[in-house]
T-cell receptor, first 113, second 112 residues
């Protein structure tokens, strides 16, 4: 079945450590997205990519970095510069087009040790 | 981005229809109305979207007011598996890879 796979499901970060969240899709979608969700809140966009080797900052990009070397993969690195990284991270993909639905993975929950 | 307003929570009995309202009085002519839902500890799931006409799919129906300033998501027979947070979102049809702007949504509780 086609879909989006995020790993790991749970991740713990030590102070000063960078961690990378994986997102892989086999839907052949050009566009991919990373969102952050805090408890009881909606989603906020971190980064998005419309095509391989290209990506743009979203609303809360500070402290995060991404790469898009392959169409299927869009990993997110949470750097030590992100002072409040504890959250639920969601990856999505879509066919390009403002009205196209986005398909989401099941998320990675990141906590600070 | 144009804003949407939804009730914080609603309750329904199982096997009864549910009407989830959404107000979007500042909607523009190029905004599609999208609905997503999110079950606990899962990513959001696309439900339905429309522009002007009412829409039906296997999950739900979307009724759009004639002036497009409000819409209603209709679940024809609620089940316990429909208990989730439902988000009403506007998306500009002229955008390319555009973000989804999520509010806090409506938490639907379904009881036996």
């Amino acid at each position: 079945d086609g879909g989006i796979t995020q790993s790991p499901k749970y991740l713990f970060r030590k102070e000063g450590q960078n961690v990378t969240l994986s997102c892989e899709q086999n839907l052949n979608h050009d566009a991919m997205y990373w969102y952050r969700q805090d408890p009881g809140q909606g989603l906020r966009l971190i980064y998005y990519s419309q095509i391989v080797n290209d990506f743009q900052k979203g609303d809360i990009a500070e402290g995060y970095s991404v790469s898009r070397e392959k169409k299927e993969s869009f990993p997110l690195t949470v750097t030590s510069a992100q002072k409040n990284p504890t959250a639920f991270y969601l990856c999505a993909s879509s066919i390009p087009g403002g009205y196209q639905p986005q398909h989401f993975g099941d998320g990675t929950r990141l906590s600070i040790l | 981005d144009a804003k949407t307003t939804q009730p914080n929570s609603m309750e329904s009995n199982e096997e009864e229809p549910v009407h989830l309202p959404c107000n979007h009085s500042t909607i523009s002519g190029t905004d599609y109305i999208h609905w997503y839902r999110q079950l606990p500890s899962q990513g959001p799931e696309y439900v339905i979207h429309g522009l002007t006409s009412n829409v039906n799919n296997r999950m739900a129906s979307l009724a759009i007011a004639e002036d497009r300033k409000s819409s209603t998501l209709i679940l024809h027979r609620a089940t316990l598996r429909d208990a989730a947070v439902y988000y009403c979102i506007l998306r500009d049809v002229e955008g390319t890879a555009s973000k989804l702007t999520f509010g806090t949504g409506t938490r639907l509780q379904v009881t036996l």
